[in-house]
């Protein structure tokens, strides 16, 4: 069964399973003992900082291992925050971060700091000039993922790093997406990653934290890991993460290649062979084995379930797919479409075989669900009022974009349809569908219950 959702959980690396036996074996004792055992497990704690931190770009002491990414990502926050309170208490984030970020974010801000979004592109990139005007005198902390975790879209890291060093503001960059690919343009003053992201094993992460870089790790104090991450070391977990980070890296050029060709594939022939669907994510600056596309007229989960069965596991940032019920976090900041939302994230190895089958199962997939929601083949001709009004309240998107597709064609051009509905979703679908279906998306007005959204038919 092919397995496309390396971006959630890369599979388990040959020398991570390797490296982790062996490890099992030999570095079970308590790396702060001076008897034999202690310092064999000192020594393979030792070396697989030096790997790691040889992939990172950083000096060993520098390098601080925790218990996952997102603990990482909480402890650079917090401790860089704490370190530079003096200079302010602001916080710069993207849009399109990581949910670890944006949680720190607001964790902060509960507790009286503030922290400013800077905004994306509709390829869900930042402008670096963008990111440089949100910077402020009292900015102690900026954070800029290096690659979207949603969408593949690389950031402009190099620039805003400059535009931090200019300003005297650290950057902390999230770069569980892209270490395993290479590393880190220069200019960062943090970095946080997450081992399973490149076959590693789940349960570790990286954090660097570069010498003269103000940090106070928030926290009783602990004598392990510099006082930077509390607890016993899982010394066969950071060994196996750091030999297949360093095993994954020399497979890199030749493997990013060729997923990049099969990436290329899909993006490609996906439009052709699916109506009614925007592939997204910029097609040239992205991680090289991920794609995003979004469908019209489908319902993301029964999507997925109906891929499951073709035997594709494959993941989508879609409302129905989310546990808060709400859009995706990183297609609204984009404005492109969040119904049938499928993310395909290639691991190594992946065959030209599995891509082809992909290729077939899938418009019989999309077409299925579509007819089961009673979604428009075509456009309703001979135009009869001026203006109509959709009623979809208590519905879930796609329907609320379905019913607004069928009725669309029942006003002459000029004419306007109004849809009632009181899903989030719709705020964000509506919108994307009129950009897709080159119509007007007038805007948004309160209604009694929910909102409407008005359309002006173009064509």
């Known amino acids: 069964m092919p397995y496309f959702d390396a971006a959630s959980s890369a599979p388990l690396h040959p020398v991570a399973r390797q490296a982790l036996l062996a490890a099992l074996d030999e570095g079970w004792a308590d790396p702060a003992r001076l008897y034999r055992e202690g310092r064999r497990a000192r020594l393979l704690l030792d070396a697989a900082r030096e790997a790691a931190a040889e992939a990172v770009g950083c000096r060993p002491d520098e390098l601080t291992f925790t218990s996952s990414g997102t603990r990482a990502v909480h402890s650079a926050i917090s401790g860089a925050l704490a370190g530079r309170r003096r200079v302010g208490r602001h916080l710069v984030v993207s849009a399109v971060e990581h949910s670890s970020v944006l949680h720190a974010a607001a964790t902060h801000e509960a507790q009286g700091g503030t922290f400013a979004e800077v905004p994306v592109d509709r390829a869900g990139?930042?402008?670096?000039?963008?990111?440089?005007?949100?910077?402020?005198?009292?900015?102690?902390?900026?954070?800029?993922?290096?690659?979207?975790?949603?969408?593949?879209?690389?950031?402009?890291?190099?620039?805003?790093?400059?535009?931090?060093?200019?300003?005297?503001?650290?950057?902390?960059?999230?770069?569980?997406?892209?270490?395993?690919?290479?590393?880190?343009?220069?200019?960062?003053?943090?970095?946080?990653?997450?081992?399973?992201?490149?076959?590693?094993?789940?349960?570790?992460?990286?954090?660097?934290?570069?010498?003269?870089?103000?940090?106070?790790?928030q926290g009783p104090a602990d004598e392990r890991e510099s006082g930077r991450a509390a607890g016993f070391e899982n010394i066969p977990a950071v060994v196996a993460a750091a030999a297949s980070l360093r095993a994954v890296r020399a497979e890199a050029a030749a493997e990013s290649v060729r997923l990049r060709a099969l990436v290329d594939q899909i993006r490609a022939r996906v439009p052709e062979l699916v109506p009614d669907v925007e592939v997204v994510g910029d097609p040239v600056r992205r991680l090289p084995h991920l794609v995003t596309f979004s469908c019209l007229y489908v319902d993301g989960e029964t999507l997925l379930h109906e891929l499951d069965r073709a035997e594709f596991s494959v993941s989508s940032g879609s409302s129905c797919t989310s546990s808060t019920l709400t859009p995706s976090h990183v297609l609204r900041a984009m404005g492109v479409l969040s119904e049938g939302n499928v993310r395909v994230s290639l691991p190594a190895g992946t065959t030209a075989e599995d891509v082809d089958r992909f290729l077939r199962v899938l418009p019989g997939v999309v077409s299925g669900v579509r007819e089961k929601l009673g979604a428009p083949v075509s456009v309703a001709p001979s135009p009869a009022a001026t203006s109509l009004v959709v009623d979809s309240l208590g519905k879930r998107c796609p329907i609320p974009v379905i019913e607004l597709a069928k009725v669309i064609g029942e006003v002459p051009v000029g004419g306007t349809v109004t849809v009632l509905s009181d899903d989030e979703a719709a705020r964000l679908d509506i919108p994307a569908w009129c950009v897709m279906r080159e119509q007007e998306y007038v805007g948004e007005q309160p209604a009694d219950r929910g909102s409407a959204y008005v359309v002006r038919r173009l064509s």
Request: include cysteine; proline fraction near 6%; charge should be negative.
């Open 125 to 217: 990139a930042v402008s670096a000039a963008a990111y440089g005007e949100a910077l402020r005198e009292d900015t102690a902390l900026a954070c800029l993922q290096s690659a979207n975790h949603e969408v593949g879209t690389e950031q402009p890291v190099a620039e805003v790093a400059e535009l931090c060093r200019a300003s005297g503001v650290p950057l902390l960059v999230d770069a569980a997406q892209s270490l395993g690919w290479g590393p880190v343009p220069a200019g960062w003053s943090l970095l946080a990653a997450s081992a399973h992201k490149w076959g590693g094993p789940s349960g570790v992460g990286l954090l660097a934290v570069r010498k003269g870089v103000r940090f106070a790790p």
